[in-house]
């Protein structure tokens, strides 16, 4: 049986790390095994701390949105089990490696955070021009396309749509990116509503395959790229409640600590509090327990 320890470690991120499988995909491409772990950061800082299950969360509902959204665009995942090593079941995906395209590919349905603060400076997302008069947390018109950069360290920058076609080298891609992207949204948001929550935003990674066709990789839909509000309890004109981290981002916030490295530990029930808002995301969306996913996986019991 491979374990972890057999396979090259290729990257590692604040959240994931990127091993070489030393497989191929059914197409003959070489695979990667994308594994994502308990951490959790704030501010591009990661804590001491994990969150019990949240890699779990993460991969599940991925894959969960992965085979929802195969109508639309084509993903890079080949298996959550086949030549997925045992220790990291339920975490880990099998993938197909990509040649990533430079850019953070965000959709907005609803006005909040960053694309709140920048409408209020100057009434426009990514150069797009909002209508007067909208609130915090307000459902947009209609889904908008707010590009980003891929900063190696510290945050993203917001960027119109003309530059990201300029980083990706092809406009007639980013347009198709664009429209994918936007798609892919109105469909998760539509299926997030009729299970009572509201998808607010989200970012998705895209990259060429083999044969140049565009395919959507990284993760998706979960509530690190994605802000998940409760339906019950929505009100417009102040900041949601949400299934993410910021219940750690609001207690670092308020902890006094000055948001540099290194981050504090975690107190137990913020721990816990978070835990339970991953979960209950999952649960919401999936429409089943949390505990089948790692049945499914063979990635043991929950934590306690």
Request: hydrophobic letters at 40%.
């Amino acid at each position: 049986m491979t374990t972890l320890a057999d396979l090259p470690l290729i990257a590692s991120g604040k959240v994931r790390e990127m091993y070489e499988l030393g497989a191929e995909s059914a197409s003959g491409a070489p695979s990667l095994l994308m594994v994502a772990s308990d951490r959790i950061s704030t501010y591009d800082v990661v804590h001491p701390t994990p969150i019990p299950d949240k890699g779990k969360v993460l991969t599940g509902l991925s894959v969960f949105w992965f085979a929802k959204t195969s109508h639309i665009v084509a993903n890079h995942m080949i298996s959550a089990t086949e030549g997925v090593p045992e220790e990291s079941r339920g975490r880990a995906l099998a993938v197909r490696r990509l040649q990533m395209l430079p850019v953070e590919c965000v959709v907005r349905g609803y006005i909040t955070g960053s694309g709140w603060k920048d409408y209020q400076a100057t009434s426009r997302i990514s150069g797009i021009e909002l209508p007067e008069g909208l609130r915090e947390s307000e459902r947009l018109p209609q889904p908008i396309f707010t590009p980003s950069t891929k900063a190696l360290e510290g945050h993203d920058e917001t960027i119109d749509f003309d530059r990201a076609a300029e980083l990706v080298g092809d406009r007639a891609l980013m347009r198709r990116v664009a429209d994918v992207s936007i798609e892919l949204y109105s469909f998760a948001a539509e299926h997030a509503r009729r299970n009572g929550v509201i998808l607010a935003d989200t970012k998705f990674e895209f990259g060429l395959d083999e044969d140049g066709e565009l395919v959507v990789g990284d993760e998706v839909l979960t509530p690190d790229s994605s802000r998940y509000w409760p339906a019950d309890g929505f009100e417009v004109g102040r900041g949601q409640p949400s299934f993410d981290k910021q219940y750690v981002r609001d207690w670092a916030s308020a902890s006094g600590w000055d948001k540099k490295p290194p981050a504090p530990a975690i107190p137990d029930d913020v721990v816990a509090g978070t835990r339970a808002r991953y979960i209950e995301a999952y649960e919401r969306i999936v429409g089943e327990p949390f505990g089948e996913w790692l049945r499914r996986t063979g990635s043991g019991e929950t934590a306690a």
